[in-house]
């Protein structure tokens, strides 16, 4: 209540008029710690390594509004600005040399209602990383199932509208689609070819009780004036499931990508290579221990065809952490992983171990 009076009183500023149908409330999360971080290269055996201040490892730190206008009959207004910052420097993140976003994790308006669903439009997260992050969760940053799920791995798109049914008896679907997925959209010049880099993003869940399951499928089209056919619009597609057994929590996760890593497509420059395909598997699992949870967590990623063929070695990814709640809002955390074959790269590897502390408000 105190955080959506505070929301109200700062917008008031910008609005000037307070409608008494409208809710803003203001949220975030900062997580920082101490550890230690070594990259190691096999090609010229330079290593890497880095012991302080860690950041975002279990919750990449962020602010943000969001809000709802009741419009009637069941139909409301929404909105969400959600901002991604480094704690230790407090500079802005998701932001490059060719885009500078003050909003970069999330900057959607929609209409949203209890019989149809909802429609977002903006910079917002694919239908396929929602999805599959409610079921299998990213868990731990360097060292999580985001190394092999790259496609699934909180992957933002811009320019898009994306529309997501209502949850009928559990389950859900959302369809989107943007019109560029990195920066400004741009004009196509007659007699020329569309240089937009178009997505769709696809995606189906099902949760009931200790059950959650989800599919997802994307692609982006690399248009690329000029260059050989080896370019191809890249794919990815993913499937999740997770089980409570109270006891223990178990979640596994495949998927594939297709004509190559399925998060550089949204690079200002980066193209896709033909063929250039990979296999993604990852499984989870978490123990309640004393008030806190210990978890643990296995992914490989594997080049198949031409990425095999060009020397590419498997991924492997480890993870073993422990959260302890200090309350509702607060937990302290302790967390190691290692990465053999980096970025599939030969004997290229990470190790990653620290101790921090998530607030969320």
Do not use: C
């Not at 089209?221 to 089980?243: H, I, M």
């Amino acid at each position: 209540m105190k955080k959506t009076l505070l929301a109200a009183a700062l917008m008031a500023g910008f609005a000037g008029i307070a409608q008494a149908e409208t809710s803003v409330t203001l949220y975030g999360i900062v997580d920082a710690g101490v550890g230690y971080d070594r990259t190691k290269t096999h090609v010229n055996g330079e290593k890497q390594t880095r012991t302080g201040l860690l950041q975002g490892v279990q919750s990449g730190n962020r602010w943000g509004l969001k809000g709802t206008e009741d419009l009637g009959n069941g139909l409301r207004a929404t909105f969400q600005l959600e901002s991604g910052f480094e704690l230790a420097t407090g500079n802005q993140l998701q932001s490059d040399s060719s885009n500078d976003r003050l909003f970069g994790r999330w900057a959607t308006l929609g209409l949203a209602g209890d019989s149809w669903g909802r429609l977002d439009m903006g910079r917002q997260t694919t239908v396929g990383s929602q999805y599959f992050v409610d079921v299998h969760g990213q868990h731990w940053d360097a060292t999580g199932s985001g190394r092999a799920f790259r496609g699934q791995d909180t992957n933002r798109i811009d320019n898009s509208i994306i529309y997501q049914t209502p949850n009928f008896s559990g389950f859900q679907a959302g369809v989107g689609y943007s019109f560029q997925a990195n920066g400004g959209q741009v004009a196509k010049v007659s007699g020329s070819k569309d240089v937009n880099k178009s997505a769709i993003t696809t995606g189906i869940r099902y949760a009931n009780g200790p059950i959650a399951v989800a599919a997802s499928y994307d692609q982006v089209r690399l248009p690329v004036p000029g260059v050989a056919e080896k370019y191809k619009n890249g794919q990815t597609w993913a499937v999740s499931g997770s089980y409570d057994f109270e006891v223990v929590a178990l979640s596994l996760a495949f998927g594939q990508d297709f004509n190559g890593n399925y998060t550089s497509a949204y690079g200002a420059n980066r193209t896709y290579n033909k063929n250039f395909d990979y296999n993604n598997y990852a499984v989870a699992l978490a123990f309640p221990l004393g008030e806190g949870k210990l978890s643990g967590e296995y992914s490989m990623k594997q080049p198949r065809k031409a990425a095999k063929d060009a020397g590419e070695k498997k991924q492997h990814a480890y993870s073993l952490a422990y959260k302890h709640p200090l309350s509702k809002r607060t937990d302290v955390y302790a967390v190691g992983g290692y990465v053999k074959n980096l970025n599939n790269q030969n004997k290229d590897t990470r190790t990653v171990a620290g101790v921090g502390l998530t607030h969320r408000f």
